[in-house]
């Protein structure tokens, strides 16, 4: 508490008042007055005989008596008034002199009270000071009247306030006596020791006091002891000891914590220099040595030194010394040295455990397989570690200051120079790449490099950190691999290629075979002659099958059989797939029952003719070996995502069953699906083989649960999308083609130009084609075809691809050259023995309409010629017009796909137009992040919609980013994209000119 605010807030000015006598115009005032009572006394006295005497009237008698009377008493009167005067006068003259004596004596006082030396001051209750003598305010420094009025309290150093506070306090409140010790602050600032003596007034509420400097000895004493005590306070906190080394006596003084820090109890002590040399560790003594004589010649400004004491356990403890000489001799020999010993064990304990970890630390980066760096933001090398030196036999100190790039191959030195600018520019977040980097032994490692940028808090550049992984054995391995690898690809082609020939070898005759039979089965027969050309359609049937299946399965190894992304109808093909088989299960008096969950999605993205091969076998399987009973094909829902969905398709049977030792050889490859007391054994083996890898395309599994005599249940997994709905859409509208609209009846009267080499199939083709109503021309090579099509003028070309002299890929290549030349389109399908999709990619190549594989079906046929016809319906004596294969738009061909229905076709330019940005934005995403799945599925959706509006250029691009995508080939990404964007910016234009209105009427009338 501040005891000023006890006093009171304002007080009356204060003057010192003077005591004073009567003096000299006070003395004739009473003078002059005794002069006047005297001399009206006898007037008096006279004025009351006469009085008298003229009261008496004529009584003479009585007058004079009164007359004498008053005579008399006039005289007295005039006596006792002179004698009253007189004493008036002594009186007088007594009182002044009294007076005269205390004036002399109030007058002194004042002067003694003004001269005193001592400091006297007077005060209100309060503590404020109402009186104060010259001496006072002289000390002071500070005027009188300045003085007044203001609380000697306030002036006070705080310190003093606080250590005075409780005793003022009692003084105030108690009225007693009050004595201390304080520094009073001068308006200069400087401090003045003072000791205060107060009393309080017996006569009055206030203080009388006075203040005494303290003597200037006495004052340093007073702030030597309390330096010492911030010294310790500040000792204490830092847990050091102060020393005084008196080097003439060869006496350290050390404060109290040196024993502190010792163990012992806290106080001071003095050693001798021999006492604490023999506490200190004797390897630290020539270093406390060397120092001390350093700062006491004046070598060094400072003594400082770190060495260890014992303490009073016999344990060392590590002290930091720190001095300076403070006094010297006349010959400049130290005298005197002060300072302070600070315990500084756990620092030390912390800089050994730091050092420790900083060498193991560095033990393990420099044990590391990896090269570890770091750069300033030149590029230069600031650190490496010594797998650097290991790989490459370059000296991380020769290394070090130098630029990476300097240590890179010169042939990846241009492209390792523009990413560390895209680096430092901001181009690139992280640099990952691989580089050779020149050994110093002229051997160059393969090193997989990985770098960031480093930066401050304000984002400027201060470098950049990275690693390099040796990934030398690997290229070698990888050099390896692709040379295995084009042997095994080399060995592939060659098996293909012989199995394509065997394919072709057996599909020829057999499409012979087939189609004889169909037609002999058309004719008048028998029973006996109808059976055994049904036998031997049954047979052809079984032959192409398997033909199937090993091809399928060789496609498989070969890595050429890719799963085909697209828009289907689960129930379309649940249906188809369980169609084939429902007759053959009637005949044999089975049930054949489909049973699809609520929840299963009608509308997927996937590849439905994996999905129908995949069922159409295990249906197969489950009606051949099952007697009687039933057969169930349930479908329900596995797992879904908000894109994806895994559908589980199961196939129950009522069959003969199997072992489990049959189970687990069921899906093998060449294994034949043999049941429980069935050892009849069909086929090569393959289908469930096929099966198994088919299901791990599409993102599943297969597998089987039986027991013998107990039926067989059959489970099929696979992964599907859902469908995005603009592409979807977009995607079903073309689905109702001409193929699948219903007709009265086939078209009829084409002039058919036949290219095929062998006999008996020219005569079954041509057979078949005069039964549906046309008129064929057969030729055996591809160089007859095109004279006959130079020559006459065909409706239709049904053409073989392998074939002497000219191939009918080069054969439908030279008609679309001389298309593009005169205008027109010529339909042009492919029928050949070759079910590879290489053949039917090179078939789109050169704008073939369709493509059939041997053997064909009549019904099959004459659908593909009516699909053909479709593209002759343009009014006559106009040729047909259809943009070539690559042209930006083949509007005519898309026109024809949909039965040339121009509200549907504006519709699906629409849809286009509308729904194109969202999967390109998904493909561009899926770059950016490298996702392969994501881009192939976007890749994929793209290329359907490019399919239903004729956009071949844009179709072709999407198709082989798809690829890229499904053979995980990132770095190629980038470039596929590219080559898409641009071909779809040839795209739009095409389309907005198609969707304008002028265009539109045109098109309409």
């Given at each position: 508490?501040?005891?000023?605010?006890?006093?009171?807030?304002?007080?009356?000015?204060?003057?010192?008042?003077?005591?004073?006598?009567?003096?000299?115009?006070?003395?004739?005032?009473?003078?002059?007055?005794?002069?006047?009572?005297?001399?009206?006394?006898?007037?008096?006295?006279?004025?009351?005989?006469?009085?008298?005497?003229?009261?008496?009237?004529d009584d003479q008698l009585t007058a004079y008596l009164i007359l004498g009377l008053g005579i008399i008493a006039t005289a007295l009167l005039v006596v006792l008034a002179r004698n009253?005067?007189?004493?008036?006068?002594?009186?007088?003259?007594?009182?002044?002199?009294?007076?005269?004596?205390?004036?002399?004596?109030?007058?002194?006082?004042?002067?003694?009270?003004?001269?005193?030396?001592?400091?006297?001051?007077?005060?209100?209750?309060?503590?404020?000071?109402?009186?104060?003598?010259?001496?006072?305010?002289?000390?002071?420094?500070?005027?009188?009247?300045?003085?007044?009025?203001?609380?000697?309290?306030?002036?006070?150093?705080?310190?003093?306030?606080?250590?005075?506070?409780?005793?003022?306090?009692?003084?105030?409140?108690?009225?007693?006596?009050?004595?201390?010790?304080?520094?009073?602050?001068?308006?200069?600032?400087?401090?003045?020791?003072?000791?205060?003596?107060?009393?309080?007034?017996?006569?009055?509420?206030?203080?009388?006091?006075?203040?005494?400097?303290?003597?200037?000895?006495?004052?340093?004493?007073?702030?030597?002891?309390?330096?010492?005590?911030?010294?310790?306070?500040?000792?204490?906190?830092?847990?050091?000891?102060?020393?005084?080394?008196?080097?003439?006596?060869?006496?350290?003084?050390?404060?109290?914590?040196?024993?502190?820090?010792?163990?012992?109890?806290?106080?001071?002590?003095?050693?001798?220099?021999?006492?604490?040399?023999?506490?200190?560790?004797?390897?630290?003594?020539?270093?406390?040595?060397?120092?001390?004589?350093?700062?006491?010649?004046?070598?060094?400004?400072?003594?400082?030194?770190?060495?260890?004491?014992?303490?009073?356990?016999?344990?060392?403890?590590?002290?930091?010394?720190?001095?300076?000489?403070?006094?010297?001799?006349?010959?400049?020999?130290?005298?005197?040295?002060?300072?302070?010993?600070?315990?500084?064990?756990?620092?030390?304990?912390?800089?050994?455990?730091?050092?420790?970890?900083?060498?193991?630390?560095?033990?393990?980066?420099?044990?590391?397989?990896?090269?570890?760096?770091?750069?300033?933001?030149?590029?230069?090398?600031?650190?490496?570690?010594?797998?650097?030196?290991?790989?490459?036999?370059?000296?991380?100190?020769?290394?070090?200051?130098?630029?990476?790039?300097?240590?890179?191959?010169?042939?990846?030195?241009?492209?390792?120079?523009?990413?560390?600018?895209?680096?430092?520019?901001?181009?690139?977040?992280?640099?990952?790449?691989?580089?050779?980097?020149?050994?110093?032994?002229?051997?160059?490692?393969?090193?997989?490099?990985?770098?960031?940028?480093?930066?401050?808090?304000?984002?400027?550049?201060?470098?950049?950190?990275?690693?390099?992984?040796?990934?030398?054995?690997?290229?070698?391995?990888?050099?390896?691999?692709?040379?295995?690898?084009?042997?095994?690809?080399?060995?592939?082609?060659?098996?293909?290629?012989?199995?394509?020939?065997?394919?072709?070898?057996?599909?020829?005759?057999?499409?012979?075979?087939?189609?004889?039979?169909?037609?002999?089965?058309?004719?008048?027969?028998?029973?006996?002659?109808?059976?055994?050309?049904?036998?031997?359609?049954?047979?052809?049937?079984?032959?192409?099958?398997?033909?199937?299946?090993?091809?399928?399965?060789?496609?498989?190894?070969?890595?050429?059989?890719?799963?085909?992304?697209?828009?289907?109808?689960?129930?379309?093909?649940?249906?188809?797939?369980?169609?084939?088989?429902?007759?053959?299960?009637?005949?044999?008096?089975?049930?054949?029952?489909?049973?699809?969950?609520?929840?299963?999605?009608?509308?997927?993205?996937?590849?439905?003719?994996?999905?129908?091969?995949?069922?159409?076998?295990?249906?197969?399987?489950?009606?051949?070996?099952?007697?009687?009973?039933?057969?169930?094909?349930?479908?329900?829902?596995?797992?879904?995502?908000?894109?994806?969905?895994?559908?589980?398709?199961?196939?129950?049977?009522?069959?003969?069953?199997?072992?489990?030792?049959?189970?687990?050889?069921?899906?093998?490859?060449?294994?034949?699906?043999?049941?429980?007391?069935?050892?009849?054994?069909?086929?090569?083996?393959?289908?469930?083989?096929?099966?198994?890898?088919?299901?791990?395309?599409?993102?599943?599994?297969?597998?089987?649960?039986?027991?013998?005599?107990?039926?067989?249940?059959?489970?099929?997994?696979?992964?599907?999308?859902?469908?995005?709905?603009?592409?979807?859409?977009?995607?079903?509208?073309?689905?109702?083609?001409?193929?699948?609209?219903?007709?009265?009846?086939?078209?009829t009267g084409l002039s058919i130009l036949l290219v095929e080499d062998d006999e008996l199939n020219q005569k079954v083709a041509a057979s078949v084609l005069r039964s549906l109503g046309?008129?064929?021309?057969?030729?055996?090579?591809?160089?007859?075809?095109?004279?006959?099509?130079?020559?006459?003028?065909?409706?239709?070309?049904?053409?073989?691809?392998?074939?002497?002299?000219?191939?009918?890929?080069?054969?439908?290549?030279?008609?679309?050259?001389?298309?593009?030349?005169?205008?027109?389109?010529?339909?042009?399908?492919?029928?050949?023995?070759?079910?590879?999709?290489?053949?039917?990619?090179?078939?789109?190549?050169?704008?073939?309409?369709?493509?059939?594989?041997?053997?064909?079906?009549?019904?099959?046929?004459?659908?593909?010629?009516?699909?053909?016809?479709?593209?002759?319906?343009?009014?006559?004596?106009?040729?047909?017009?259809?943009?070539?294969?690559?042209?930006?738009?083949?509007?005519?061909?898309?026109?024809?796909?949909?039965?040339?229905?121009?509200?549907?076709?504006?519709?699906?330019?629409?849809?286009?137009?509308?729904?194109?940005?969202?999967?390109?934005?998904?493909?561009?995403?899926?770059?950016?992040?490298?996702?392969?799945?994501?881009?192939?599925?976007?890749?994929?959706?793209?290329?359907?919609?490019?399919?239903?509006?004729?956009?071949?250029?844009?179709?072709?691009?999407?198709?082989?980013?798809?690829?890229?995508?499904?053979?995980?080939?990132?770095?190629?990404?980038?470039?596929?994209?590219?080559?898409?964007?641009?071909?779809?910016?040839?795209?739009?234009?095409?389309?907005?000119?198609?969707?304008?209105?002028?265009?539109?009427?045109?098109?309409?009338?």
């Amino acid at each position: 508490m501040n005891l000023t605010e006890s006093a009171p807030p304002s007080l009356p000015p204060h003057s010192n008042r003077q005591v004073t006598g009567p003096g000299p115009i006070a003395k004739s005032g009473l003078a002059r007055t005794e002069r006047r009572l005297v001399a009206l006394i006898p007037a008096l006295g006279i004025v009351a005989t006469l009085g008298g005497v003229a009261a008496a009237g004529d009584d003479q008698l009585t007058a004079y008596l009164i007359l004498g009377l008053g005579i008399i008493a006039t005289a007295l009167l005039v006596v006792l008034a002179r004698n009253w005067s007189a004493r008036a006068q002594v009186h007088e003259q007594t009182v002044n002199s009294a007076l005269d004596q205390l004036r002399r004596g109030l007058a002194e006082q004042e002067a003694l009270w003004r001269q005193n030396p001592a400091l006297l001051f007077r005060t209100d209750a309060g503590g404020v000071w109402t009186q104060v003598n010259e001496a006072l305010a002289q000390t002071l420094r500070t005027p009188a009247p300045d003085l007044l009025g203001g609380a000697w309290w306030g002036r006070l150093d705080r310190h003093d306030q606080a250590a005075l506070s409780v005793g003022w306090q009692e003084a105030l409140s108690q009225r007693t006596p009050f004595v201390g010790q304080c520094r009073y602050l001068t308006p200069e600032g400087e401090k003045l020791w003072l000791e205060v003596a107060i009393a309080p007034l017996a006569d009055a509420p206030g203080f009388s006091g006075s203040l005494v400097a303290i003597d200037r000895q006495r004052a340093l004493a007073r702030t030597i002891t309390e330096l010492e005590e911030q010294r310790d306070h500040v000792l204490d906190a830092l847990n050091a000891a102060f020393f005084d080394w008196n080097v003439s006596e060869a006496q350290v003084r050390l404060s109290r914590q040196w024993l502190k820090i010792l163990g012992g109890a806290p106080e001071a002590c003095t050693l001798s220099a021999r006492e604490l040399e023999s506490l200190t560790h004797p390897e630290d003594r020539g270093a406390i040595h060397a120092q001390a004589v350093a700062a006491m010649n004046g070598a060094t400004p400072f003594y400082h030194v770190e060495h260890r004491v014992r303490n009073n356990q016999g344990q060392w403890l590590w002290i930091e010394s720190h001095g300076k000489v403070v006094a010297r001799d006349p010959d400049g020999s130290a005298r005197r040295m002060i300072g302070y010993n600070l315990e500084i064990s756990s620092r030390k304990r912390l800089e050994a455990a730091l050092r420790d970890a900083e060498a193991h630390h560095a033990q393990v980066l420099d044990d590391m397989s990896e090269v570890l760096f770091r750069t300033d933001a030149t590029g230069n090398w600031t650190y490496l570690n010594a797998t650097w030196t290991e790989l490459t036999g370059h000296a991380v100190d020769e290394s070090l200051g130098r630029p990476m790039q300097h240590f890179v191959h010169p042939e990846d030195r241009p492209e390792m120079v523009h990413l560390l600018r895209a680096l430092t520019e901001g181009k690139l977040l992280e640099i990952r790449h691989e580089i050779r980097a020149a050994g110093k032994d002229g051997f160059d490692r393969w090193l997989e490099l990985r770098m960031r940028p480093l930066k401050d808090g304000e984002g400027g550049l201060l470098g950049a950190a990275g690693s390099m992984h040796d990934v030398t054995d690997r290229h070698r391995g990888e050099l390896e691999l692709r040379r295995a690898k084009e042997s095994a690809e080399s060995a592939n082609r060659v098996k293909t290629d012989f199995l394509a020939n065997v394919s072709h070898e057996i599909r020829t005759p057999l499409h012979g075979i087939v189609g004889m039979t169909e037609l002999l089965l058309e004719g008048p027969l028998d029973e006996t002659q109808r059976e055994h050309l049904q036998l031997i359609r049954g047979s052809s049937n079984t032959l192409l099958r398997t033909l199937n299946e090993v091809l399928d399965f060789s496609r498989i190894e070969a890595g050429k059989m890719g799963i085909e992304l697209g828009e289907f109808n689960l129930s379309q093909a649940l249906q188809q797939v369980s169609k084939s088989h429902a007759l053959t299960a009637a005949r044999k008096g089975l049930v054949l029952r489909l049973k699809v969950a609520p929840e299963v999605p009608e509308a997927l993205t996937g590849d439905a003719k994996r999905l129908e091969q995949v069922l159409d076998h295990l249906l197969d399987n489950a009606v051949k070996f099952t007697t009687k009973g039933e057969i169930e094909l349930a479908v329900q829902v596995r797992a879904e995502l908000s894109e994806r969905v895994m559908l589980e398709f199961v196939v129950r049977d009522t069959g003969s069953g199997f072992s489990g030792q049959q189970r687990d050889t069921l899906f093998n490859a060449f294994s034949h699906a043999a049941r429980s007391g069935d050892m009849k054994k069909s086929g090569v083996g393959l289908g469930l083989a096929i099966c198994k890898r088919l299901a791990e395309m599409m993102g599943g599994e297969v597998w089987a649960e039986s027991a013998p005599g107990r039926g067989s249940t059959f489970h099929f997994t696979a992964r599907f999308y859902r469908p995005n709905p603009l592409v979807g859409r977009a995607m079903a509208l073309p689905a109702t083609s001409v193929r699948e609209q219903p007709k009265p009846s086939h078209s009829t009267g084409l002039s058919i130009l036949l290219v095929e080499d062998d006999e008996l199939n020219q005569k079954v083709a041509a057979s078949v084609l005069r039964s549906l109503g046309h008129y064929p021309t057969a030729v055996g090579n591809g160089a007859d075809a095109i004279v006959a099509w130079e020559t006459t003028r065909y409706d239709l070309v049904i053409m073989d691809l392998q074939l002497p002299l000219m191939g009918g890929i080069e054969a439908a290549r030279y008609i679309r050259a001389k298309e593009a030349a005169r205008g027109g389109h010529q339909p042009i399908i492919a029928m050949t023995a070759h079910a590879e999709s290489d053949f039917r990619t090179r078939c789109q190549e050169v704008a073939i309409d369709d493509f059939l594989v041997k053997p064909v079906e009549k019904d099959t046929l004459a659908a593909a010629v009516d699909r053909a016809a479709a593209l002759l319906q343009a009014p006559r004596g106009e040729p047909v017009r259809r943009n070539p294969a690559h042209a930006t738009l083949d509007l005519e061909g898309a026109r024809a796909r949909i039965n040339n229905d121009e509200a549907m076709f504006r519709k699906i330019l629409e849809l286009f137009r509308l729904g194109y940005e969202q999967p390109l934005s998904r493909c561009r995403a899926a770059v950016a992040q490298g996702d392969g799945q994501a881009l192939a599925l976007a890749a994929h959706n793209l290329k359907g919609m490019a399919g239903n509006i004729g956009a071949n250029a844009l179709r072709a691009a999407a198709s082989q980013l798809e690829r890229q995508a499904r053979e995980a080939r990132r770095e190629t990404f980038g470039e596929g994209f590219k080559a898409l964007e641009l071909a779809l910016a040839e795209v739009l234009p095409e389309v907005d000119r198609e969707l304008a209105p002028d265009h539109l009427n045109a098109a309409a009338s």
